[in-house]
């Protein structure tokens, strides 16, 4: 049976990874979570930009990798990942993913390419205000980076690709648990 891909993307601070581990704790064993940011690049790799590294732009992700690995997994393929500590920026360990019969899979510049698009069988956006989203924001709390860079980049690459989302949840009026009750009732009666 091929896997049921989920996909949620939004900006930093929307609350993706908080919606998919709900996500995954309501639909159990039979869901997984995939986490883009596994596909960055890192800073020898990445686009340069008021003299800091650009981890919000597009040319971040190693695309083709993560192409790659989604269509293995979407023909229920078990694929191997680089795992990242999001905190040290580094690479931490292999792992071995194997496909389940749901994928919930989130990132920030989920929805910005065709062919990721086109595997996804569900597109959530997550929307937040900016402020909202700087408050909540765990990772990268340097302010002049934030306003430099993160948010231009979110109105640029990210917002942009709301049009492509089949449910647009605000996680600023609705609570996670909300949000996650929305996208249950909206799955196909089979989950």
């Known amino acids: 049976m091929e896997?049921?891909?989920?996909?949620?993307?939004?900006?930093?601070?929307?609350?993706?990874?908080?919606?998919?581990?709900?996500?995954?704790?309501?639909?159990?064993?039979?869901?997984?979570?995939?986490?883009?940011?596994?596909?960055?690049?890192?800073?020898?790799?990445?686009?340069?930009i008021y003299g800091m590294k650009n981890w919000d732009h597009p040319k971040s992700i190693n695309w083709n990798k993560l192409i790659k690995d989604l269509v293995s997994l979407k023909n229920s393929k078990k694929i191997i990942i680089k795992a990242r500590d999001q905190r040290k920026l580094k690479r931490i360990k292999e792992i071995v993913f194997p496909p389940s019969e749901i994928v919930i899979i989130e990132g920030y510049l989920l929805f910005y390419k065709k062919p990721i698009r086109n595997l996804l069988d569900i597109h959530i956006y997550l929307e937040a205000g900016g402020e909202a989203r700087i408050i909540r924001r765990t990772k990268f709390k340097n302010e002049k980076y934030i306003r430099k860079i993160l948010l231009p980049m979110h109105h640029k690459y990210i917002e942009s690709t709301r049009k492509f989302a089949n449910l647009v949840l605000n996680t600023e009026k609705y609570s996670i648990k909300q949000c996650c009750e929305k996208i249950i009732r909206y799955l196909p009666n089979k989950f």
């Open 3 to 48: 896997p049921f891909f989920i996909g949620i993307t939004g900006g930093s601070g929307s609350g993706k990874t908080a919606l998919a581990k709900e996500l995954k704790k309501n639909l159990g064993k039979k869901a997984s979570i995939f986490h883009i940011d596994n596909y960055q690049k890192f800073e020898g790799k990445l686009p340069e």
